[in-house]
T-cell receptor
């Protein structure tokens, strides 16, 4: 079974600074997807960024980028120029490309942004 | 705009009561999911449905059942609520598995307290 581990329960960053959230996963599959979801205090889960395992290039969405290390099974999220609105719970998630429906989540990392 | 609506945001129920949590999506998605979110555990899949009247158990189905009589609606049922079912419940939906990388959309969540 696949597992996702987020080892940082909480992180803090100063506004305008850069922060990296860590995620590792365990799988025997070669084709899969990885996601970072953001859950602000309003509780609506929002997709931040997605990475296909077959793509070597790291995904980027504006201020959000990932460092995908397939061999190390590592998938970290970097947030540049942090803003107050980035404060939220961030979840790393895995989905198989073969048995595709189920998302497996990590425990989450609370990100606090200081002004 | 994508919309997954959970009818109840906050509920308080007594031990032993039968509880219905309702979820409606307006995107004509085939797949629908119920997750439970607990601190330090992330999101865990309770049940999912890939078609009307079809369902599959997730990781923690014990104590829960589901109903999907119409494509747009997926209900989670707690037959006899217990205090250990106090949690946040998240509904989600997505298109069919065959579409690579299909995004999963979440509702705002339902906070259930069982006393």
């Amino acid at each position: 079974a696949q597992t996702v581990t987020q080892s940082q329960p909480e992180m803090s960053v100063q506004e305008a600074e850069t922060v990296t959230l860590s995620c590792t996963y365990d799988t025997s599959e070669s084709d899969y997807y990885l996601f970072w979801y953001k859950q602000p205090p309003s509780r609506q889960m929002i997709l931040v960024i997605r990475q296909e395992a077959y793509k070597q290039q790291n995904a980027t969405e504006n201020r959000f980028s990932v460092n995908f290390q397939k061999a190390a099974k590592s998938f970290s999220l970097k947030i540049s120029d942090s803003q107050l609105g980035d404060a939220a719970m961030y979840f790393c998630a895995y989905r198989s490309a073969i048995r595709g429906n189920k998302l497996v989540f990590g425990a989450g990392t609370i990100l606090r942004v200081k002004s | 705009d994508v919309k997954v609506t959970q009818s109840s945001r906050y509920l308080v129920k007594r031990t032993g009561e039968k509880v219905f949590l309702e979820c409606v999506q307006d995107m004509d998605h085939e797949n629908m999911f119920w997750y439970r979110q607990d601190p330090g555990l992330g999101l865990r899949l309770i049940y999912f449905s890939y078609d009307v009247k079809m369902k599959e158990k997730g990781d923690i189905p014990e104590g829960y059942s589901v109903s999907r009589e119409k494509k747009e609606r997926f209900s989670l049922i707690l037959e006899s609520a217990s205090t250990n079912q106090t949690s946040m419940y998240l509904c989600a939906s997505s298109q069919v598995e065959s579409l690579r990388g299909n995004t999963i959309y979440f509702g705002e969540g339902s906070w259930l307290t069982v006393v």
